[in-house]
């Protein structure tokens, strides 16, 4: 019978070495290729976000008139139910009282979520839930009245508000990242103004291998759309008509 | 009976070895081309983004000051339709702009030709040689309207 010989201390060591190296390369390809598949996740979000944000904006660019409001977190975007030609300057015109209702008001709006990250949103009015002949709104340039309109119908539950975009951050410009995502516009003058800048970011931060926050920027793809009123249609109050 | 077990030999431990390599090096590579095609789409987003920019201000803009926006703006110097800089991967983008008079034949109408400028926007990054690549193309039309042709304000 054939007696079989143990392992020495040397075969022990190498052997334990080896299987040591094996693993430690294994554990480290399996790390590399799970961060490389998260990282193709995120660039995947960041490419279809941005361009479903650059299609929503541009839709609704194309059908509104005005920017009724001008700020940097809110920005009320009028698109007008009746046909373009029905509207325009003249006193019988349907900017008489601009006819300005409800459902013509669009608001976008970035808003901050409880876990830090941005959101683009849109705020429409509920038409259901306004009284019937209370839906009408007079025009006005000035966006503290906007903004008074807005405030009111959200403390109503009076708006509809639904996200276009989820998990942004601040833009970065020259290594200096805003305070917020914002909207910046070609004028100060809700009269004059075409143009509408959006700037925003997507930004992911790495994880460890719990799965919680390092702090550190695994993902920073910094946006700049910019979208103008192809069909403005001037109100006469601003002085100059249609 | 009993039957003695043979460890496994030295060159079948390197084959075994080999084959893990050769799979994960292709699973790497596979990987690497993903993530560069990635990059690719991301940038060629960012560029239709610029090119749009671009356009849309040459739709709005006065008639007449059309041609105005026809140049080049090199990589780095981007911008934004209020004049800030463009951020990010965006900045690092090159913009071309022309803008012709060519009137255009309406296909069913004989006779009926449009007078407007065409305009092309030509969007595109360097590589690592320092060489163009095209990343975005947009041609539009823009018809000169009847208001226009009359000199009034569109």
């Known amino acids: 019978m054939m007696r079989r010989r143990a392992f020495t201390l040397l075969e022990l060591m190498v052997a334990t070495i080896t299987v040591t190296m094996v693993a430690g390369a294994v554990a480290g390809f399996l790390g590399t290729f799970h961060r490389a598949l998260r990282l193709q996740d995120v660039r995947a979000a960041a490419i279809v976000r941005t361009a479903a944000v650059q299609a929503h904006v541009s839709r609704l660019m194309l059908e509104s008139r005005m920017l009724l409001e001008q700020g940097q977190q809110r920005t009320l975007l009028w698109l007008p139910s009746e046909m373009l030609e029905d509207s325009g300057a003249g006193a019988e015109s349907a900017f008489d009282l601009v006819n300005l209702t409800a459902d013509e008001l669009h608001w976008l709006l970035f808003e901050q979520e409880s876990d830090g990250t941005w959101s683009l949103k849109e705020a429409v009015v509920n038409a259901a839930t306004i009284p019937s002949g209370q839906g009408d709104r007079y025009f006005s340039v000035d966006a503290d009245y906007w903004n008074s309109v807005f405030e009111e119908l959200r403390a109503a539950g009076q708006l509809t508000i639904f996200p276009i975009a989820e998990g942004l951050a601040p833009m970065a410009r020259d290594g200096v990242v805003a305070a917020a995502p914002r909207f910046t516009y070609g004028s100060a003058s809700i009269c004059t103004n075409r143009a509408l800048g959006i700037e925003f970011a997507f930004m992911r931060e790495r994880l460890d291998d719990a799965g919680e926050s390092t702090g550190e920027e695994e993902l920073r793809l910094d946006v700049r759309l910019d979208e103008h009123l192809p069909f403005p249609d001037i109100h006469p109050i601003c002085g100059g008509g249609s | ?154």
Do not use: K
């Open chain 2, 1 to 154: 009976m009993s039957t003695a077990r043979g460890a496994f030999t030295l060159v079948e431990c390197l084959v075994a070895l080999v084959i893990v390599a050769m799979a994960a090096a292709a699973a790497s590579t596979a990987i690497g081309s993903g993530i560069a095609a990635q990059e690719d789409a991301l940038r060629i987003t960012l560029a239709a983004a610029c090119a749009e920019s671009r356009m849309t201000q040459a739709l709005t803009s006065d008639y007449g000051t059309v041609p105005n926006l026809a140049g080049h703006e090199a990589p780095g110097a981007l911008l934004a339709s209020d004049g800030t800089a463009m951020p990010g991967l965006m900045s690092e983008m090159g913009r071309r702009t022309t803008v012709a008079a060519e009137p255009q034949a309406i296909p069913g109408f004989a006779g009926l030709v449009l007078t407007g400028w065409q305009i092309t926007i030509t969007v595109y990054d360097l590589d690592e040689d320092g060489d163009e690549r095209e990343l975005a193309v947009l041609r539009r039309f823009r018809p000169e309207t009847w208001e226009e042709t009359q000199g009034a304000a569109p």
